[in-house]
């Protein structure tokens, strides 16, 4: 149960947790803040993540279960005012529920293996509601991993917790991992690596997907670099069938995981 209501917005237990806002502090404390029911129940059913959680008097009652899940799982719970919840939460109307979290990523070599059918790379990419709905995307497509390269978004960022919609606590996440080493990697481990690019000599509808397969998308602005093209096995891009320039990152992301997800799962129909 939570004690006295936290009002002061400047006690060292809301400073604490509202430096985790700041790269620094979350790679020194190896912690973050996920934000709204969702994120916290994907947490919590995570197990052994979720180390404090933050709740405003109405959340409690209106997410009773998610506050008597966090109590089962021994979590400290502190009851917050609106003011506080305001100083640590990171959107215009917060939802009265923030948990502090442990870091959640894992070794390449954990999340990579022989047994992988589809990885997500992200290369530069550098945009934190991109990288979120990419990542959430890759979960929704059955992805096996999603690969943060050292040169991307922290996916710690709260607005990139926010865009996976909790997905961050679904499948492994690998951070800070140089592309190079992740290609080596993905290839050591039997899977085709194509990179996604508006460069592409062939499309999606010219590619045999049905493989087990690594994805590398890139810079929102400026795509992936000469260097990260050589190292993939092939350049694909996503066919334009009508008068638009181009697609942004994450929609072309979603037609390519998909693709991937549906040419591994289609089976010929009987004749």
């Known amino acids: 149960m939570a004690g006295s209501e936290l009002t002061n917005i400047k006690s060292p237990r809301v400073k604490a947790a509202r430096r985790l806002t ?39 009652l209106r997410h009773a279960e998610i506050v008597a899940a966090a ?16 100083e640590l939460a990171q959107t215009v109307t917060p939802q009265g529920l923030l948990a ?19 990885v997500a790379v992200l290369a530069h990419v550098r945009d934190p509601g991109n990288a979120g709905t990419v990542l959430r995307t890759a979960d929704a497509a059955g ?29 492994p996440v690998v951070t800070g991992t140089p592309v190079t080493q992740a290609v080596r990697r993905l ?20 590619v045999d997907l049905s493989g087990p397969t690594a994805w590398i998308f890139g810079n929102e602005a400026w795509g992936l670099p000469e260097e990260i093209l050589r190292e993939a096995d092939e350049v694909v891009r996503v066919p334009i069938y009508g008068r638009a320039e181009s697609l942004n990152l994450a929609t072309a992301a979603a037609v390519c995981l998909y693709a991937s997800a549906r040419s591994q799962r289609t089976r010929p129909l009987d004749g």
Do not use: I, W
């Open 100 to 118: 502090v979290c442990r870091f959640v990523h894992v070794p390449l070599d954990t999340a990579v293996t022989a047994d992988a059918r589809l």
């Open 22 to 60: 700041k790269r620094a502090f979350r790679d020194r404390d190896r912690s973050f803040l996920a934000e709204g029911p969702q994120a916290v129940r994907e947490a919590l059913e995570l197990g052994g993540v979720v180390t404090e959680l933050f709740a405003t008097a109405e959340a409690e």
């Open 143 to 171: 992805a096996d991993a999603v690969v943060f390269t050292d040169a991307s978004v922290d996916p710690y960022n709260g607005k990139c917790v926010r865009a996976s919609a909790g997905s961050l606590f679904h499948l």
């Open 71 to 86: 109590a089962a799982a021994g979590v400290p719970l502190h009851r917050a005012s609106g003011e506080v919840m305001a």
């Open 187 to 206: 290839k050591d481990s039997g899977l085709r690596v194509l990179a996604a690019d508006g460069a592409g000599t062939r499309t999606l509808d010219d």
